[in-house]
């Protein structure tokens, strides 16, 4: 069965384009630097993005981990938000591996950090302190909706940084998205930052991998270090090859999946047994169940995968579908008619 997939836009599989390109790629060993599709791949992601250089990493936990290896020391700080994938969703690698503390303060419902928590949770210079290093922000924040930050926004926490002698990496797993929502360049969004990361294996379709940009001597830094996590990889231009088609091809369209998330939110309005609330702002749409709504999450779940639809719960009574290339608009709709028999 074929079946939608709104899970996320993490399941995308390569285009029958991406699956020729990578048979054909130009391929060396990337751990010497003679991979030619990977140099291509880094040169262009570094261009599009505005920065001097950029590293192809087997995915954006890696990528963000090197970032926080590159900017902190053992026992230095990072201001981060609270609802923040780093924070959450990444196994506490900077603890782990770096011995980097965290500091989390609220992502309020925009996405964003209050500008006056970041400037109260940097640390005086004091002994019985650590010493905070870095501000983390997400983009689009994931868990408060897919909600983009805007470039205004990450501008005023540039300044906090550049004042305070802080660096800024931007987690931009979505960044992309975010620069269609918003529709500005991307350059725009990322130029307070010292380095990003955004993926390649979301909503731009490539089967694996992500990048990470940023200063020429940053990125050789965290060359190194990715050697070090095991993350050296051999003739992975096979795999940079998608990369390419992702930034040419891919990075354009995701205005189509935000005008589809749109129009699921509209459809599944219709539905009763659901209560909507913001409307989304790039391919997430939230929806919670109404009280009245009996089944359990994966009672719902299985009836619809009945119905030829994959869905996820994201909290108790609350799901997220995410729309992307492998997707279209009758895809949509058969999602808000499997709801409205399913519920009703
Ligand atoms: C997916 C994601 C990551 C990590 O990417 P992986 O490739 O799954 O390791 C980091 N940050 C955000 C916001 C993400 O959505």
């Known amino acids: 069965m074929n079946y939608i997939d709104l899970r996320s836009d993490t399941v995308t599989k390569p285009t029958p384009e991406m699956r020729e390109a990578m048979a054909e790629a130009e391929v060396g060993d990337d751990v010497y630097g003679d991979?030619?599709?990977?140099?291509?791949?880094?040169?262009?992601?570094?261009?599009?993005?505005?920065?001097?250089?950029?590293?192809?990493?087997?995915?954006?936990?890696?990528?963000?981990?090197?970032?926080?290896?590159?900017?902190?020391?053992?026992?230095?700080?990072?201001i981060l938000g609270d609802k923040s994938h780093i924070f959450m969703n990444e196994a506490g690698g900077m603890a782990v591996l770096g011995g980097i503390y965290p500091h989390p303060i609220p992502n309020q419902k925009d996405g964003t950090l209050r500008l006056d928590d970041i400037l109260a949770s940097i640390q005086p210079d004091d002994q019985h302190r650590t010493i905070t290093r870095l501000i983390c922000l997400e983009n689009t924040q994931n868990v408060c909706g897919g909600v983009p930050l805007t470039r205004e926004y990450t501008a005023q926490v540039g300044k906090i940084a550049q004042d305070n002698g802080l660096a800024l990496h931007i987690d931009g797993a979505r960044i992309f998205n975010a620069a269609a929502a918003l529709n500005v360049d991307v350059k725009e969004l990322v130029a307070p930052a010292d380095s990003v990361m955004f993926c390649l294996s979301k909503g731009l379709v490539a089967p694996i991998g992500s990048m990470l940009v940023g200063a020429k001597d940053f990125i050789a830094k965290a060359f190194r270090l990715r050697k070090m996590l095991g993350g050296g990889m051999r003739q992975v231009g096979i795999v940079a090859a998608a990369g390419l088609i992702s930034l040419e091809k891919m990075t354009g369209r995701l205005g189509q999946d935000h005008a589809r998330a749109k129009s699921l939110f509209e459809g599944l309005?219709?539905?009763?047994?659901?209560?909507?609330?913001?409307?989304?702002?790039?391919?997430?749409?939230?929806?919670?169940?109404?009280?009245?709504?009996?089944?359990?999450?994966?009672?719902?779940?299985e009836e619809m995968k009945k119905r030829g639809v994959l869905v996820d719960w994201s909290a108790p009574r609350q799901f997220r579908l995410v729309t992307h290339y492998w997707v279209d608009d009758a895809g949509v709709e058969q999602t808000v008619k499997a709801l409205g028999d399913v519920l009703k």
């Open 35 to 78: 991979d030619p599709t990977v140099n291509l791949l880094q040169e262009k992601a570094a261009e599009m993005l505005g920065k001097q250089a950029a590293l192809f990493v087997p995915s954006g936990t890696m990528g963000n981990l090197l970032a926080l290896l590159v900017h902190c020391s053992r026992g230095e700080e990072v």
């Open 269 to 301: 309005k219709q539905v009763s047994g659901l209560r909507l609330e913001a409307e989304p702002s790039s391919n997430m749409v939230y929806f919670d169940l109404a009280d009245r709504v009996t089944l359990t999450e994966n009672q719902i779940i």
